[in-house]
């Protein structure tokens, strides 16, 4: 089955006449309006988007290296290393080296990162909620599943289509 209605003629010049555009606009839209909305949330409890973004996915995934960390956040290395180094500065992650390898550094949260995580966490929460209300639970899963099909198919890199989609390195880290 084609996106595309045979019935319906392309209009010339009209880059919003097709569907897979339309798609891409709206996500575009909704993304970039989330953003603002969650960062003046955020901003409240004093919480920047981007130290938001580092504790959650430290949060998901610690104790995580440096490169999963940039290959999460998509954030490259000099901004992600100068939001860690606020983030050791305000207390809130820790950073080691193990032993066996000295060319890592392993990042995990502090207490005071677990609490700014938790605040963090209920606002965006809050916020995501409110957005999707109304929205019956048949209708977020079948989004989801559609989602999860346009990055597996958008994406060169699979396994980390597949470790976004799931946002669950706990597996992969320690296998059982």
């Known amino acids: 089955m084609s996106w595309r209605d045979p019935a319906t003629p392309r209009l010339s010049g009209d880059f919003l006449a097709d569907l897979p555009e339309q798609l891409f606009y709206m996500i575009y839209q909704l993304h970039n309006r989330r953003e603002a909305a969650v960062e003046r949330v955020l901003k ?9 973004r580092a504790l959650l996915t430290v949060q998901r995934m610690e104790p995580c290296t440096m490169n ?39 990042v995990a949260l502090t207490e005071a990162g677990r609490e700014a995580y938790e605040r963090g966490y209920r606002a965006v929460t809050e916020w995501n909620r409110a957005a999707l209300e109304g929205l019956p639970n048949d209708q977020l899963t079948a989004l989801k599943t559609a989602l999860d ?22 597996t992969r880290q320690n296998p059982a």
């Open 149 to 170: 099909a346009v990055l597996m198919s958008a994406m060169d890199d699979k396994d980390l289509a597949q470790d976004i989609i799931q946002f669950d390195y706990r």
């Open 68 to 106: 999963e960390l940039a290959r999460s956040t998509t954030m490259d290395r000099t901004s992600l290393t100068r939001t860690l180094d606020n983030m050791e500065d305000l207390g809130l992650i820790t950073r080691t080296t193990p032993p066996q390898d000295r060319r890592q550094v392993l």
């Open 44 to 52: 409240t409890i004093d919480l920047p988007m981007s130290l938001w």
